[in-house]
């Protein structure tokens, strides 16, 4: 530390002197609290990392002591704070108490404390590059995680519009009346150090077009094998349902086709009636 003396005299007045002390500014550690319960120290055993300090409180009315077993402290009041500087073990005592097993450890090690671990999270609904009918309704459901803290907040943004944040579970929101065009949808978590991750995902959401049905001449009538095959139109991604009726009032539910890869796409009924049936196919609500 370097000290700077000034001397200065004006008329009139006496002498005035300025000291300046110059010094470099050092970094504090945590604080650790230990407290009293009758007659224990808690917690009895500490560890902590070089250049933190630890404060005793509970102190002055249990009439107790803090005293370093090597001389290096010894305080009986409240709010006393000893900083360790070097690696090593502690052991300190209550000097009234010690006969009643007051006594406690700190033990301090050269490690600085660990570099927070920022979080993850992954959008677990929808899939990425999936197709919805406009106008379209999307719930983003997502998993965050922290490794060595707690989750504070999922942000939710369509393109760079916020839709929302979420700092509770279910951490899901969802963008409503979406007209035809891609998306992108992204979450960003945020962890109780104000670490942060991002994951996104693109949707497509298309104007869907009506569903046709053909059939070849040769599949007009069911054969001895009851098997009929027909074809109908699909929107690449979304779902459609296929259903059967022999009277056209009672429908019943055959086939689905998830995220249809075909358009036209093609359907065998193997077990078709021998009397002749109704077919229909019809697109499905976005999930």
Not at 17 to 32: E, K, N, P, W, Y
Not at 114 to 137: E, H, L, Q, R, Y
Not at 170 to 191: E, G, K, R
Not at 231 to 240: F, I, K, Q, R
């Amino acid at each position: 530390m370097k000290m700077i003396k000034k001397a200065a005299r004006f008329f009139g007045f006496a002498r005035v002197q300025v000291i300046l002390f110059g010094c470099a500014l050092s970094t504090f550690g945590a604080d650790h609290p230990v407290t009293t319960s009758g007659f224990t120290f808690s917690p009895p055993t500490l560890s902590i990392p070089k250049g933190d300090s630890v404060t005793w409180s509970g102190l002055t009315g249990g009439g107790h002591t803090t005293t370093s077993d090597s001389s290096l402290w010894s305080s009986g009041s409240d709010g006393f704070s000893f900083v360790f500087s070097a690696a090593g073990t502690y052991n300190y005592h209550c000097i009234p108490h010690q006969s009643f097993g007051m006594v406690g450890t700190i033990t301090v090690t050269n490690a600085s404390a660990p570099a927070n671990v920022p979080p993850t999270i992954t959008i677990s609904s929808p899939a990425s590059g999936k197709v919805f009918a406009a106008p379209a309704d999307v719930t983003v459901q997502t998993a965050p995680a922290d490794s060595d803290g707690t989750v504070t907040n999922v942000q939710f943004l369509l393109g760079a519009s916020v839709l929302g944040n979420k700092s509770t579970q279910p951490f899901s929101m969802t963008a409503s009346n979406l007209a035809a065009a891609d998306y992108v949808i992204s979450a960003i978590v945020s962890d109780n150090q104000g670490a942060k991750a991002t994951n996104s995902v693109t949707v497509h959401v298309i104007n869907p077009s009506a569903v046709t049905l053909s059939v070849s001449p040769a599949a007009l009538s069911v054969s001895s094998t009851s098997s009929f095959q027909f074809n109908y139109s699909t929107d690449l991604g979304l779902n459609y349902e296929i259903e059967v009726s022999t009277d056209l009032f009672t429908w019943k539910p055959i086939a689905t086709n998830s995220s249809a890869a075909l358009n036209p796409a093609t359907f065998t009924d193997t077990n078709a009636p021998a009397e002749g049936a109704y077919y229909r196919v019809g697109r499905m609500p976005n999930p």
